[in-house]
């Protein structure tokens, strides 16, 4: 275990703090502690607009960091997350059926839904007897993401009056985040819990499956497990901020660097950094971009360092 493992996660607790507090104090309008008492609408545009649209950040972040961890240990492959094999597509495409079809109403429902079977599709197509190639993986994951593109284009153009809230989902944002959002999702904090459960089981499936079931440990079981707790805070987090890829991509492999490949350690580091990484590009987009989508800029420095990691195995 190295060294700095211990000191990382209090002090990624604490940047996680801190980055809550600037981001609320951050933006268009900027906010003193003195101006708290001058203005008389500060206290609002405070805990009316910026926190709750900060702690949906965070939580969303952290949902897809944790999610992205837990299937880097099942498959072994430091190149899969929910928006590679498709799980946040999927989604967006429930999330979006609930506003064409339903106007909006059980969007959490089937995003979950949508998120789950996207997952085990890509799950089942890829599996190899008892193992998943990497290669297998990332194609079916790009076949059905290709597929679930379709299908949303179809509902785009069908869309009429709701093709703005489905342009929402697909770019990925945090517009319209009020608390009742955050109420939504803080059922990410127990899905993470439930995945961390099993951080020593993910531990010795890094190693080989084989070695696993000899050591007692339901291999099967705690892949469907896992799978579906991914799928259930990635479903929350796409019904909240819509589809935004690539967190985690980067978060479990910087922190794997960091703390190691120990996931006791892991699951917690990237929850932290996740989050650290979504509030900053939050508050990066609406102070300085005019509100762009904070999808487009996790997409900006996410799909570089994928192409990295494609290379790095490569030459390995």
């Given at each position: 275990?190295r ?11 604490c ?6 507090a600037?981001?609320v ?13 001058s ?6 545009i405070?805990?009316d607009?910026?926190l ?13 960091a ?11 492959n430091?190149?899969?997350d929910?928006?590679i ?16 079809l339903f106007?909006g ?13 996207a997952?085990?599709t890509v799950?089942f197509?890829?599996?190899k007897g ?6 297998t ?24 009056q709701?093709?703005?809230q489905i342009?929402?989902?697909?770019m ?10 955050v ?6 904090l127990?899905?993470?819990a439930g995945?961390?459960l ?13 070695d ?11 892949k ?9 805070v ?5 019904a909240v901020?819509?589809?935004?890829g ?5 978060t ?19 929850a ?8 900053w590009s939050?508050?990066?987009?609406r ?6 989508p904070?999808?487009?800029v996790t ?9 990295y ?8």
């Amino acid at each position: 275990m190295r060294r700095t493992a211990f000191i990382t996660i209090p002090a990624l607790a604490c940047a996680l703090l801190a980055s809550v507090a600037c981001a609320v104090a951050l933006g268009p309008t900027g906010i003193s502690f003195g101006s708290l008492i001058s203005l008389p609408n500060a206290w609002t545009i405070v805990w009316d607009v910026r926190l709750p649209r900060v702690i949906a950040a965070a939580l969303v972040g952290c949902a897809l960091a944790v999610a992205g961890t837990a299937m880097q240990g099942l498959f072994r492959n430091p190149m899969a997350d929910p928006y590679i094999i498709g799980t946040s597509s999927g989604g967006a495409l429930g999330a979006t059926i609930a506003i064409v079809l339903f106007a909006g109403r059980g969007r959490l429902v089937l995003a979950f839904v949508g998120a789950m079977a996207a997952t085990f599709t890509v799950y089942f197509i890829a599996r190899k007897g008892s193992k998943i190639p990497v290669e297998t993986l990332l194609l079916s994951g790009i076949a059905l993401s290709t597929l679930l593109s379709a299908l949303l284009s179809f509902l785009m153009y069908t869309a009429g009056q709701s093709l703005h809230q489905i342009m929402f989902w697909l770019m990925g944002g945090l517009w319209n985040v009020s608390w009742d959002d955050v109420v939504v999702a803080l059922p990410i904090l127990v899905g993470c819990a439930g995945i961390y459960l099993f951080a020593r089981d993910v531990n010795i499936l890094s190693l080989n499956e084989e070695d696993a079931t000899h050591l007692g440990v339901n291999v099967e079981r705690v892949k469907q497990i896992l799978l579906a707790l991914s799928a259930f805070v990635t479903g929350i987090a796409v019904a909240v901020a819509g589809s935004i890829g690539f967190i985690g991509l980067i978060t479990p492999h910087v922190m794997r660097l960091i703390v190691g490949p120990d996931h006791r350690l892991l699951f917690p580091a990237a929850a932290l950094a996740g989050a650290i990484l979504l509030v900053w590009s939050d508050t990066l987009t609406r102070t300085f971009t005019n509100d762009m989508p904070v999808g487009i800029v996790t997409a900006c420095f996410g799909a570089p360092f994928f192409i990295y990691l494609l290379r790095s195995r490569m030459k390995a």
